[in-house]
């Protein structure tokens, strides 16, 4: 198991960029793909991006192809994502976490979970 702990949210702009990360915490960090989810007010949480142990795969939603990206630091036991031309549709809580296998888009499929950032987008 991992612990996760999510950073880095807060209010921008429409067009703006943002950085939120995820501290992990437990031996076992490498061997976990990692996601982020988000879930914005009355919507189901919806996958977001993940990336294999090496950081070598990343796959994403097609809603965020092309903006944002998610990278890892197994070293610092660090994931993040970077988020560009953001819009209020990106405006949600933002959830880190932790995959046993890869491949995943499910949050049934993800295992351990950080409590969330908040990241608000106006326009």
């Known amino acids: 198991q991992v612990q996760l702990v999510e950073s880095g949210g807060g209010l921008v702009q429409a067009g703006g960029s943002l950085r939120v990360s995820c501290a992990a915490s437990?031996?076992?960090?490498?061997?976990?793909?990692m996601g982020w989810f988000r879930q914005a007010p009355g919507k189901e949480r919806e996958f977001v991006a993940a990336?294999?142990?090496?950081?070598?795969?990343?796959y994403y939603t097609d809603s965020v192809v092309g903006r944002f990206t998610i990278s890892r630091d197994n070293a610092k036991k660090m994931v993040y994502l970077q988020m560009n031309s953001l819009t209020p549709e990106d405006t949600a809580v933002y959830y880190c976490?932790?995959?046993?296998?890869?491949?995943?888009?499910?949050?049934?499929?993800?295992?351990?979970w950080g409590q969330g950032t908040q990241v608000t987008v106006s326009s």
């Open positions: 437990g031996r076992a960090f490498r061997n976990y793909a």
């Open positions: 976490a932790a995959d046993p296998s890869f491949g995943g888009r499910l949050p049934s499929d993800f295992s351990s």
């Open positions: 990336i294999n142990w090496s950081g070598g795969n990343t």
